[in-house]
């Protein structure tokens, strides 16, 4: 059965993979690659139009380039589709429900929920059954949840996708290289990291390896709904940006920050300069991350 792979996602590259040690294929390994297909695979949708991808572009850092985007029945989404970057780190998933912490249990809002619809699945039995008729998957099952006896289940389905996620790594952007002693920023950047840690108070909320505190805050005039802080790792190319993609480019974002006095041009652009040493290059074009090969793997 040939699955509606996302032909349009252009960095991928064929035959390379998340392969262990040696060129083994693990149990893990198996995992890996079985969510990698999944992820890239539109048959996880109700009509075979929309993969998780769609909406994850790895140019992006896996968000999508637009304020919301629409589900398989043209209703409008109502939420910016966040970065995957280092999801595999958080404790916390979606923008507003504190209460959704695994990558398994966060699996099912896409492809499941209906407020709004997204990939539209009606149910677990024609999940399960879209992807128990296809031989690769079949095989991938059996070598990657060995104790499961290889059974495809909406649990395994989650769990394989989820093992592929944990590997949206980004650890190598120019900020990452100076930490590490390999570089050193130009003056420019230096000054905005400088106010980014000080002066802006910015990492009080973008704290850590993660540049968030993974809190929820209240933000704008609806102080009664509480906010996600998100990750700023390759924040350069995921605009639009805030919870509802209401702000087009950096400089409305930080202007954005209620309460906040608004920075003078010379110290915003230093700030936009050291926010753009965040971004991982490797992880936008790093192809064992990209569209799979038709070929199994397997």
């Not at 933000?219 to 993609?245: C, E, M, Q």
Request: aromatic share 8%; proline share 5%; glycine share 8%.
């Amino acid at each position: 059965m040939m699955r509606r792979w996302v032909r349009a996602l252009a960095l991928c590259c064929a035959g390379v993979s998340l392969l262990g040690s040696g060129g083994t294929f693990s149990e893990q390994d198996a995992r890996v690659q079985l969510g990698r297909r999944l992820f890239y695979d539109a048959d996880l949708s109700a009509d075979g139009s929309m993969s998780c991808a769609t909406c994850h572009e790895q140019r992006h850092a896996f968000a999508d380039g637009n304020a919301t985007h629409p589900g398989v029945t043209e209703e409008a989404g109502i939420r910016n589709v966040p970065s995957l970057g280092n999801v595999g780190s958080f404790t916390t998933l979606t923008w507003i429900d504190q209460h959704i912490s695994r990558l398994e249990t966060q699996f099912f809002v896409p492809v499941m929920g209906h407020t709004p619809v997204e990939m539209g699945m009606p149910d677990r039995a024609t999940l399960v059954g879209r992807i128990a008729d296809d031989t690769c998957y079949r095989k991938l099952f059996a070598r990657g949840f060995t104790r499961e006896g290889g059974r495809i289940t909406p649990q395994t389905i989650a769990q394989a996708v989820a093992a592929f996620e944990r590997q949206l790594v980004s650890r190598n952007s120019r900020w990452d290289q100076q930490q590490r002693g390999e570089i050193k920023l130009n003056s420019q950047e230096q000054r905005g990291q400088k106010l980014f840690f000080g002066q802006g108070a910015c990492s009080t909320c973008h704290a850590g390896l993660l540049f968030t505190d993974q809190k929820f805050h209240a933000f704008g005039t609806d102080a009664k709904t509480l906010i996600r802080t998100p990750s700023l790792r390759n924040v350069a190319v995921t605009a639009p940006y805030w919870h509802n993609g209401s702000a087009p480019t950096l400089h409305d974002a930080l202007v954005a920050h209620t309460g906040l006095s608004p920075l003078p041009p010379e110290d915003e652009a230093a700030v936009e300069a050291f926010l753009a040493t965040l971004t991982d290059r490797t992880f936008l074009s790093n192809p064992a991350l990209g569209l799979p090969p038709e070929k199994c793997p397997l």
